[in-house]
């Protein structure tokens, strides 16, 4: 696996871990937001809205597409990726 791939599932990882973006320094931030540039735009509907959200709402939006690879988004329901988002949200309030 590449090195960059394996530093942002780390990062992504340590997020969840710690339920928190708090822990992630600002150079870890961009890090993920650039990383998961091209991801982000193909899984967009609208990906200049996207671009236009702050750094805490892409965070969440790349979290929640990093958590719908992992599970394989043809086996989340609309209710198990509201019970995500919820999560996420959770994790971005946590100081």
Do not use: C, R
């Not at 870890?28 to 982000?40: H, Q, R, S």
């Not at 690879?69 to 988002?85: D, L």
């Amino acid at each position: 696996m590449e090195k960059l791939t394996i530093e942002a599932e780390a990062l992504i990882k340590k997020v969840l871990t710690e339920k928190s973006f708090l822990t992630l320094t600002e150079k870890e931030k961009a890090f993920l937001i650039e990383f998961y540039n091209d991801d982000m735009k193909s899984a967009s509907k609208n990906y200049e809205e996207y671009l236009l959200l702050s750094e805490s709402e892409k965070l969440v939006d790349i979290v929640v597409l990093a958590l719908k690879e992992y599970i394989g988004n043809w086996h989340v329901s609309t209710k198990e990726m509201q019970e995500i988002s919820e999560y996420l949200e959770t994790i971005s309030k946590i100081k």
